[in-house]
């Protein structure tokens, strides 16, 4: 699955942003190794690696599993993959 962040139309949730991604929210990530393919991978945010606020290939995370990759979109903020901030 390819992800085309550029015509996202609700670009904050795009992954780019420190401050829209917390531990425990759910993300579907790009790690290293499919960065030519663009595969996602889906977890639950353990830590938050990029120091920056922002980054324009996304924000670097490690998930509960232990894999680490780029945010392409964040899924929900509550763990569960549904957004409870409204």
């Known amino acids: 699955m390819v992800i ?3 015509n996202r139309p609700d670009r904050k949730m795009n992954g780019t942003r420190r401050d829209t991604i917390r531990p425990g929210c759910t993300v ?3 790690l ?5 393919s663009g595969k ?6 353990q830590d938050i690696l990029t120091n920056s606020p922002v ?3 996304g924000i670097k995370v490690r998930l509960k599993d232990g894999r680490i990759g780029r945010v392409a979109r964040i899924i929900g903020t509550d763990g569960t993959g549904t957004d409870q901030r409204e």
């Open 32 to 36: 290293k190794q499919d960065q030519q």
């Open 4 to 6: 085309l962040i550029e």
């Open 55 to 57: 980054h324009p290939h």
């Open 28 to 30: 579907d990530i790009i």
């Open 40 to 45: 996602v991978s889906r977890g639950i945010v």
